[in-house]
C-alpha cells in the first residue's frame, strides 16, 4: 500500500512538472507562432510588391538579369513605398546597364499605376559595336600602345579571344583619361587629349572613335643639385636615383626622388631623415628640368630595448629575445623587416606591429604590438597519387608548448602502400641562440615492388641560417629497419633483412629563389653528405652523398616602378601569354658506397631500403616510380648505388589557373659506384597539365620513353602535388 501511494505521488509530481513545463512551453509557442506569421506576412508584402514591377521590351536580356541589376532599388520600393522619384531611379540604373553592355541610344520609360504598380517600358535600341578608334595628332607614341590603353576599361570584362566590343561612351572617356595619364609619364607635362569624338553607322549599330592629341613638349630631367649634409656623396646618391633621372620627367618621378634617398639613409641609421626634391619646368632649357635636392639626415640611431604588449598565452621573452641582439647597433629597416617575417612566419600572430620610438637621445625603443593567433591546429587530408594510392591523413599541431612558442606536431597518414606515425618537437631558438632544433620519432610501414618494410626511428636536426641565402645544419639518424616480406628474386639480392643504421651528416643549401614554396625565377643548390659507422652503434657502414641543382627562369617583366604606378602609366592588361610562361632545369646525383670490407659482394653489401631508385613523378618520367634500373628475375627493382637526373620543363598558361607544360628528362640508375658515371642513361619525353595553388601545383603528366626495352612500358602517367624538382 505504501509503494502504491509512493506511485501515486510520484505520479502526480511528475504529472504537475509536465503541466508547469507546459505553461512554461505555451508562451514560447505563441512568440514562435506569432513570428512564423510576421515572416509569412512580410514574404507575402514583398512578393505582392515584388509582382506589382513589371519589366517590358526586353530582348537581350532575362527579367531575371535585370531585376538583378535592379535589386537595391527593388528593395527601396518595397521597404518605403513607390514614389515617382524611385521610379525614375529604377529606370535610371536600368538604362546604365544596358548602356554598360553596348546599347548606347536604349530609352527606359517608368509609368506608375493604380495599386502602386510600376511598369518599367524598355526601348533597347539596336547593340552598338566599337568599329575603330583613330588617333589624330600622336607623332611621339605609336597608335598600338594608345589603342590599348583606350580599350582598357571595355576590355576588362571581355576575352580578349572577342574581336568585336560594345561601345560604352563612359569607357572611351575613361580611356581617353588613360592615353593622357600616358602621356603624363611619358614626360608631355603640356600634353592636352580632346573629348572623343563619335561617328555613327547609317543603320546605328557601329561607332567610329576618334581621339585627338596635342602632344606638345616633352620634358627630361636636367642638371640634379645636391644640397645639406649629402655625407655619401652626390656620386653615392645620385646613383640611387640614376634609373629615375633617365627616364622622362614627371612629378611623381621627382617625389619618387625623396622616397629613394630616405630609404637609403634609413637603412644606414638615419631615422629622421628629410629629403625633399623640388623641380619647375618653367624652368627647363631644351626641354631639361634641374631639380635641386635637399638633405637633412639628422642624427645616427642606435637600437635600444623592446618591449611587447597584447600577449596572453606566449611569454613576451619569445618576442624580446628576437631583438636583444640588435642592441647598440645601428638602426636598419631591413634588419627590423627580417625579424618581423619570421616571427610572422611562426604562425603564433595574427597581428604583429613594431613602432620604433626615439628615447634617450639617438636611441630607438622598439615598441611591439601582438595579437595572436590561435595556437592548436587539427587538421585532415585526403589526396591520391599515381604510385601510392589513396591517402588519407590527419594532424595534430600545438604551435606554443607551455608558452614558449616551441611547437609540436603529431601525424598520422594511411596510403594504399602502408602507414606512417610521426612526433615532432621544434624549437626554433635553441637556448635563445640562431641555432634551429628539430626532433622527429617515427614508425611507418610501406609496400614496395618486390619487397615490404617495417621501420622505427628518429632523428635530431641543429641548422642555421648563416646568411638570408645560405643555410647549413647536422644531423643524427637513428633507424631499425626489417624487410617483413621479400619477393625478389633471388632472395639474396635485398642484402641483410634485419638491421640498425645509425648514421651522422651534414647539409647545405644556397638559395636565390623568390620563393620557397612557389618558385618562378631564382636558383637552387643543396646537397646533403652523412655516414654510418660500428663507430655510432650501426650495423652496416657506409657512406653517402647527394647533390641537387635547380634553375627556374620567368618571362614576366619586372614589376613596374613606383612612379609608373602613381602615374598609372604602368602596364593595365594581364601579362602576355609568353610573360606568364617559365622554364626550369634541374640536375641530380646521388652515390652510395660501403665501408664494409667483410661483405665479399658489394653489391649487396648495401641494404635494399638504403640504395637509391630512380623513375617516376619527379625523375625520369617515361618510367614508372622506382623501375628505372637493375630489376631481378621477376621485374622487381632491386635499385643501385649511383644515379643521376636531369630535367627540363617548359609551362605556358592554358585558362587561370589550369597551365601546360612539355618536358624532357634523362636519368641513369647504375648498381654500384664502381661503374659512378653517365652510362645507360634512359629519357622521357613528355607533357602534362597543372593546376596552381598557393602552396604549389596539382601535377598530371605523361612521358614516352623514346627507346623502350623489352618488358619496358611505352611510357607513363603520372600524378601527384608539387614541384618535380
Known amino acids: 500500500m505504501r509503494r502504491a501511494l509512493c506511485l501515486l505521488f510520484c505520479s502526480g509530481a511528475l504529472a504537475k512538472m509536465v503541466l508547469a513545463q507546459g505553461a512554461v512551453d505555451r508562451p514560447q509557442q505563441v512568440q514562435k507562432e506569432k513570428a512564423k506569421r510576421a515572416v509569412a506576412k512580410q514574404q507575402e508584402k514583398v512578393a505582392r510588391h515584388a509582382a506589382n514591377i513589371e519589366l517590358r521590351g526586353e530582348k537581350a536580356f532575362s527579367e531575371k538579369e535585370l531585376r538583378s541589376q535592379l535589386k537595391e532599388q527593388i528593395t527601396t520600393i518595397e521597404s518605403y513605398g513607390l514614389t515617382p522619384a524611385r521610379g525614375d531611379d529604377a529606370a535610371f540604373f536600368l538604362e546604365l546597364f544596358y548602356r554598360k553592355h553596348g546599347y548606347s541610344k536604349v530609352d527606359v520609360h517608368y509609368t506608375i499605376e493604380p495599386g502602386d504598380h510600376l511598369r518599367l517600358d524598355i526601348d533597347e535600341g539596336p547593340l552598338v559595336s566599337l568599329a575603330q578608334v583613330n588617333f589624330v595628332g600622336n607623332t611621339s607614341e605609336p597608335t598600338e600602345k594608345l589603342f590599348d590603353f583606350a580599350i582598357g576599361p571595355t576590355r576588362e570584362r571581355y576575352s580578349k579571344l572577342q574581336k568585336s566590343l560594345p561601345f560604352v561612351a563612359a569607357d572611351v572617356e575613361e580611356g581617353a583619361d588613360l592615353v593622357h595619364r600616358f602621356y603624363i609619364s611619358e614626360g608631355f607635362l603640356d600634353a592636352i587629349i580632346d573629348p ?6 547609317a543603320d546605328g549599330t557601329q561607332v567610329n572613335v576618334t581621339i585627338a592629341i596635342h602632344e606638345g613638349r616633352q620634358y627630361f630631367f636636367g642638371c640634379v643639385a645636391f644640397s645639406g649634409q649629402t655625407i655619401y656623396g652626390d656620386d653615392a646618391l645620385r646613383g640611387q636615383v640614376l634609373d629615375l633621372l633617365t627616364q622622362p620627367y614627371t612629378d611623381a618621378r621627382v617625389a619618387d626622388i625623396p622616397r629613394r634617398l630616405q630609404t637609403y639613409f634609413k637603412a644606414r641609421g638615419y631615422y629622421d631623415v628629410k629629403v625633399d626634391a623640388t623641380g619647375d619646368p618653367v624652368l627647363a632649357r631644351a626641354g631639361h628640368v634641374p631639380v635641386q635636392v635637399t638633405i637633412q639626415p639628422g642624427p645616427l ?24 641582439k640588435l642592441r647598440g647597433k645601428t638602426y636598419s629597416p631591413d634588419v627590423l623587416d627580417q625579424r618581423f617575417r619570421e616571427l610572422m612566419r611562426s604562425g603564433l600572430f595574427n597581428l604583429l606591429q613594431i613602432k620604433p620610438t626615439p628615447v634617450d637621445g639617438n636611441l630607438l625603443r622598439l615598441d611591439i604590438s601582438a595579437e595572436e593567433a590561435k595556437s592548436k591546429e587539427f587538421g585532415l587530408s585526403v589526396g591520391y597519387g599515381s604510385f601510392v594510392g589513396p591517402i588519407f591523413g590527419v594532424q595534430y599541431r600545438d604551435l606554443d608548448l607551455f608558452g614558449y612558442g616551441r611547437p609540436i606536431t603529431t601525424s598520422v597518414e594511411i596510403t594504399g602502400r602502408g602507414y ?15 641555432f634551429a632544433f628539430k626532433a622527429r620519432v617515427s614508425a611507418l610501414t610501406f609496400d614496395f615492388d618486390g619487397y615490404s618494410k ?5 632523428r635530431i636536426d641543429l641548422t642555421r641560417q648563416i ?35 645509425n648514421s651522422a651528416g651534414f647539409t647545405q643549401t ?42 627556374y627562369l620567368s618571362f614576366a617583366k619586372s614589376p613596374p616602378a613606383a612612379s609608373d604606378i602613381a602615374t598609372g602609366s604602368a602596364p593595365t592588361g594581364k601579362a602576355s601569354w609568353f610573360e606568364r610562361s617559365a622554364l626550369a632545369f634541374g640536375g641530380r646525383l646521388g652515390l652510395i658506397h660501403s665501408l664494409d670490407s667483410n661483405e665479399p659482394d658489394e653489391a649487396l653489401a648495401i641494404p635494399i631500403d638504403e640504395r637509391f631508385f630512380n623513375g617516376g613523378s ?15 628475375r621477376r621485374g622487381n627493382p632491386i635499385g643501385g648505388e649511383f644515379y643521376t637526373v636531369f630535367n627540363v620543363e617548359y609551362t605556358f598558361p592554358l585558362l587561370g589557373e589550369l597551365q601546360g607544360v612539355v618536358f624532357t628528362d634523362a636519368g641513369n640508375l647504375l648498381p654500384t659506384t664502381q661503374d659512378a658515371g653517365l652510362d645507360d642513361m634512359r629519357y622521357a619525353i613528355g607533357a602534362g597539365l597543372r593546376y596552381k ?10 612521358g614516352v620513353n623514346p627507346d623502350p626495352r623489352p618488358d619496358e612500358d611505352f611510357g607513363a602517367f603520372h600524378f601527384s602535388f608539387g614541384f618535380a624538382f
Open 196 to 201: 572623343p569624338h563619335y561617328a555613327y553607322s
Open 301 to 324: 640611431y642606435h637600437f635600444d630595448g623592446a618591449t611587447v604588449t597584447g600577449l596572453q598565452r606566449l611569454r613576451p621573452s619569445y618576442v624580446t629575445n628576437r631583438f636583444a
Open 420 to 434: 606512417k606515425g610521426e612526433v615532432l618537437y621544434e624549437d626554433p631558438y635553441l637556448f635563445e641562440t640562431d
Open 454 to 458: 617495417f621501420e622505427l626511428g628518429g
Open 467 to 501: 646568411t638570408k641565402q645560405y643555410r647549413t645544419g647536422l644531423f643524427v639518424s637513428v633507424r631499425h629497419v626489417e624487410i617483413t616480406t621479400n619477393d625478389i628474386r633471388p632472395p639474396d639480392l635485398i642484402g641483410r633483412d634485419n638491421y640498425l643504421v
Open 510 to 551: 644556397f638559395d636565390l629563389r623568390d620563393s620557397p614554396v612557389v618558385p618562378s625565377r631564382g636558383l637552387i643548390f643543396d646537397n646533403t653528405f652523412d655516414l654510418a659507422s660500428a663507430a655510432l652503434g650501426s650495423e652496416i657502414d657506409f657512406v653517402r652523398a647527394t647533390f641537387r641543382v635547380s634553375y
Open 618 to 632: 619527379t625523375t625520369v618520367r617515361s618510367f614508372g616510380e622506382r623501375t628505372l634500373g637493375p630489376h631481378d
Open 693 to 702: 595553388l598557393p602552396i604549389g601545383p596539382i601535377r598530371l603528366d605523361y
